[in-house]
Every structure is written in structure tokens, then in C-alpha cells.
């Protein structure tokens, strides 16, 4: 087997490839193609962060095997790219790609402005089904249950892991990684104390325009 795949500088080189490819997915006009581009970004995040911080984790074990492996540039790059300190080199608020800096994908960002944003009319959206949306960069998912609508974040409290693939009983949502119950009324876990969604407020005009209050 092959130690390296490429060198340093194509290491480089494909990063920056990375980031031009990632501007042109910000170009995309298509609400629901971004929507699910971004949720696939967010899948892969979360299925590569966690083997890469057990595998840190396991080096904390073999000090100079850890060494030598934080000194590689290719490794700190990875490290800071999933905030990940290692003690020879801390991470520097560096942003590895432009699309994903850590800090936004793991949690929603505080609030700087805030939009509403029109969803068409709420008849359009299924009784009891999750939708998941995107709108600068905040992952939200949406719900019709009856003739009221909720919108909160697309994110497990604690997690990175999205959660419009969970089940819905009611107006409570469960989380399909690990079981967490939330009402989406508040936002609040009923099953596992300290948990939260975003809440994000909604209104439905008199011809049914859907619209929801963003946050970014
Ligand atoms: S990720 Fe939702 S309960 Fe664990």
C-alpha cells in the first residue's frame, strides 16, 4: 500500500479545489437542491468527525506516535477543520474550506439580522411531515401538524446529527439517533433534561402564505 495517496502541495491544491467547487454550490438557485446538498455535507461531517476524534483520542495513549502525526500538515488541516486541538499545535481559527466552518455547522450561529422568509401556501406541506430548508446557512425543518405549523432547527441539541429523518407523534418530534422527544410548541426535550431546539417563529397569512422568521 502506498504511504501517501498525493503530496502536500496537491493536498493543497485539492483543498482549494474544494473551495471553489463549494462557492459554486452557494450559486445554486435551487432552494431544495442546496437543502439537500448541505444536509449531505452534514452527514459526512458528522460520520467522519467522530472516527477522527476516537481516533485522537487513542493517540492520546502513544505520545510520540501523536506527534509526529499533529506535525503533518495534512493531519493539522484536518484537525482544525473538525476543531480539533491537538497540544503541539492548538487550533488557530483558521478556516480550512469556505462552506463549513466548524463553528456554523455545529450549532446555529448567534442571531445577527433576521428575515422572514415565504414558504408558499401551508396547505402545500403534508400534515405531519418533515421538511428540511435551508436559508443562509441555517438548516431548519419545518412541520404541519393540523392547521399549525412549526419550524425549528435542523439539528440535534448537543449534536451534529440533523433530525428531519426523526417521526413525529403529534406535535412532538423524536429524534431518530437516539430516541430524544422534543415539542416542537417550545422547542423543549420532554424525555432528556437541558435539550433544545431553536424555535423559529411562523405565520400564516389569510391566503395561507407560509412564512417563517429566520434568524442568521
Ligand atoms: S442525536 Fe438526537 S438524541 Fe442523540
Redesign the pocket.
Same mark, same amino acid.
Given at each position: 500500500m502506498n504511504k501517501e495517496l498525493f503530496s502536500n502541495d496537491e493536498y493543497r491544491e485539492a483543498l482549494e479545489m474544494l473551495n471553489q467547487l463549494m462557492r459554486d454550490v452557494e450559486q445554486i438557485s435551487d432552494a431544495d437542491h442546496k437543502v439537500l446538498f448541505y444536509n449531505v455535507l452534514q452527514y459526512f461531517d458528522s460520520i467522519h468527525r467522530e472516527p477522527v476524534l476516537r481516533i485522537m483520542k487513542a493517540l492520546e495513549s502513544y505520545p510520540a506516535l501523536k506527534k509526529e502525526i499533529s506535525e503533518d500538515e495534512t493531519v493539522q488541516k484536518l484537525c482544525t477543520l473538525y476543531d480539533i486541538k491537538t497540544e503541539e499545535h492548538p487550533t488557530k481559527k483558521e478556516k480550512v474550506m469556505d462552506l463549513i466552518p466548524v463553528e456554523e455547522l455545529t450549532y446555529i450561529t448567534p442571531p445577527k439580522q433576521k428575515d422572514w422568509l415565504e414558504l408558499g401556501n401551508y396547505q402545500e406541506f403534508e400534515d405531519k411531515k418533515l421538511y428540511a430548508k435551508n436559508y443562509e446557512r441555517v438548516n431548519f425543518l419545518v412541520s404541519r401538524v393540523g392547521s399549525e405549523v412549526f419550524a425549528v432547527q435542523n439539528q +440535534?441539541? @448537543?449534536?451534529l446529527?440533523p433530525?428531519d429523518k426523526g417521526t413525529l407523534e403529534d406535535h412532538f418530534l423524536i +429524534?431518530?439517533?437516539? @430516541? +430524544?422527544k422534543y415539542d416542537l410548541k417550545t422547542g423543549h426535550s420532554v424525555n432528556?433534561n437541558d435539550?433544545k431546539l431553536d424555535t423559529f417563529q411562523v405565520e400564516i397569512e389569510e391566503d395561507g402564505l407560509l412564512k417563517v422568521e429566520i434568524a442568521y
Open positions: +440535534c441539541d @448537543g449534536s446529527l433530525i +429524534c431518530p439517533w437516539h @430516541g +430524544c432528556v435539550k
